[in-house]
């Protein structure tokens, strides 16, 4: 397995900052490819900050990023750019071109793919996100969702190593964000790609083969989403808020009512609830 | 909001005058500007005129969206027409008003400038109905590319150019949201003496101005992550593909600029 992000040890301070607490501090992980990591964190916990450090629109104070082997650097910047695929928070501020496929073939144009290339890349993009039919709509015909997704192709049309999601779901409606879920999902089964999702939705977080929560600059807690999450005070004290499945299942053990301590997901919970009485 | 606007505004459709070449409709357009100037007698003026509806024709547009375009520059044809009318003084007279006298040759100059502005007006509606302006854009930038040479940043102006156009739509319902929000507040802006209205666009403006800045800098950051860093070793993916037709579509009007310097008197 190939190590596609590493920190080590970093820390980094907004120079602006009166109050000199640095918004991210001597934070370590690794991100191994063909994995999916959440990064949650309550506004604040310097978890967008990392994005910006692993992405080189910031260069850490101390420590050292590296990606894909190598340190990120203003030297290696544009090259690692273009194995990195990222998608940000509002739908319509990262939509730069004129229509969909124009916006899809961005990044492409940027990193000189002959048209050839470029279209045959576009239109499979396109087709994963199952945004194939919409080719020449124009941005204001979409929705949140739709966009989100058209951002997620113009991301994997470069087949980066490593996909990074700023919070992409935190603007979108329920359907928008079951659309781009799904979408995430399916792209996770189909394809190789690392990702990397930066949230505060713990539902999506689930979907991870590992949480990293955020505080305060510092990583507070690392490990499987169920061996997170079931720290379930911590969590709620952290400002986080557990998936409804997992409040559900704490009120009905408050209640006195013997359900397992783990539960997440609602399929989990309709699991636990029905065998309730003939596993007495 | 964005019904209303008739400029820039594309019209769908299959025409030749559609599939043309945007480069092409754009010279098209530009050298017509300059033969319309060829036209000095009825018969040249009435080939203009009939030359220019057969292009109407040609497009399939509604002879309404010609209209509509029209309108804006009704008042600025009339104009020219009544000025010319009263004062160039030329030919036999053809009505005593008393305070001034209407020459023959003061008519009829005045409806060939009115022709002149009619039909350079309808042909340039045809080019933004039948093209969409991303495609204007790039085929000004192709145009345009040449220019270079002298350190034009014409890749950067096109660039400009297609961003505008991409947030159009966006700030338009962005102002539309901020208008009901104010509104909500009890800002009025419809009613009321002129300099009060006019100090009520400033709430809308200010927030308007704001979540601009903020669009311009997320972009500025979307677009750097996904790699760009100017035109240097950029390819493209909008292909323009010159053809025979585009080059008969120019042919065809050289002819007609030919015909029109036979004619003329």
């Keep these: ?280 | 909001m964005l019904e209303k606007m008739i400029f820039g505004r594309y019209i769908p459709g299959d025409s030749i005058v559609h599939r043309i070449d945007a480069r092409a409709k754009l010279i098209f357009v530009f050298l017509f500007i300059a033969i319309v100037f060829l036209a000095n007698s009825w018969i040249t003026y009435g080939l203009l005129i009939l030359f220019t509806l057969f292009i109407v024709r040609l497009s399939g547009i509604r002879f309404y969206f010609i209209v509509m375009g029209l309108k804006p520059v009704l008042f600025l044809l009339i104009f020219t027409f009544l000025l010319h009318t009263f004062f160039t003084k030329e030919g036999t007279v053809l009505l005593d008003l008393g305070f001034t006298e209407i020459y023959t040759g003061g008519v009829i100059q005045g409806v060939f400038i009115a022709i002149r502005f009619f039909v350079l007006v309808v042909m340039t509606t045809i080019l933004t109905l039948t093209t969409t302006p991303i495609s204007i854009t790039d085929a000004l930038e192709l145009l345009m590319n040449p220019l270079k040479k002298i350190k034009m940043p014409v890749h950067e102006l096109a660039l400009m150019m297609s961003i505008s156009l991409r947030f159009i739509p966006t700030l338009m319902d962005e102002t539309d949201k901020i208008m009901k929000a104010q509104m909500a507040r009890g800002s009025d802006m419809t009613t009321g003496p002129f300099k009060e209205r006019l100090k009520a666009v400033v709430p809308l403006l200010i927030p308007l101005f704001v979540s601009a800045f903020k669009r311009a800098e997320d972009l500025a950051t979307a677009m750097e992550v996904r790699g760009y860093k100017g035109g240097e070793g950029r390819t493209r993916f909008r292909q323009l593909d010159w053809k025979m037709r585009d080059t008969g579509a120019i042919i065809v009007l050289l002819g007609l600029a030919v015909a029109l310097v036979l004619l003329r008197s």
């Design chain 1, 1 to 280: 397995m190939t190590t596609v992000v590493k920190l080590q040890d970093v820390s980094y301070t907004y120079p602006s900052d009166e109050v000199v607490k640095p918004a991210v501090s001597h934070v370590s992980y690794s991100v191994e490819q063909g994995e999916w990591i959440a990064i949650v964190g309550h506004n604040g916990s310097g978890k967008s900050t990392m994005a910006k450090l692993i992405n080189g629109l910031l260069f850490p104070s101390e420590g050292v990023v590296e990606l894909f082997g190598q340190p990120l650097n203003e030297d290696t910047l544009w090259e690692s750019r273009s194995q990195l695929g990222m998608v940000f928070q509002n739908p319509d501020n990262q939509f730069v071109g004129a229509t969909v496929q124009d916006d899809v073939a961005f990044a492409l144009e940027n990193n000189g793919i002959v048209y050839e290339d470029m279209v045959e890349r576009v239109h499979s993009a396109l087709q994963q996100v199952q945004m194939a039919d919409f080719l020449n709509q124009e941005p204001h015909h979409l929705s949140g969702g739709q966009k989100q997704r058209v951002a997620i192709a113009g991301a994997i049309a470069m087949r980066p190593k490593l996909l990074i999601l700023d919070e992409a779901t935190s603007m979108l409606d329920p359907q928008g964000r079951r659309e781009v879920i799904q979408t995430l999902q399916m792209l996770r089964e189909s394809s190789e790609v690392t990702v990397l999702s930066i949230t505060h939705d713990l539902e999506e977080a689930m979907l991870a083969d590992r949480v990293i929560v955020m505080n305060g600059g510092e990583k507070f807690l690392e490990g499987r989403p169920e061996e997170v999450f079931a720290n379930r005070e911590q969590i709620t004290k952290l400002g986080l808020d557990l998936p409804f499945a997992a409040n559900v299942a704490n009120l009905l053990r408050a209640r006195g009512v013997d359900v397992p301590a783990t539960i997440m997901s609602e399929k989990e919970l309709v699991e636990a609830l029905w065998t309730l009485h003939s596993d007495k």
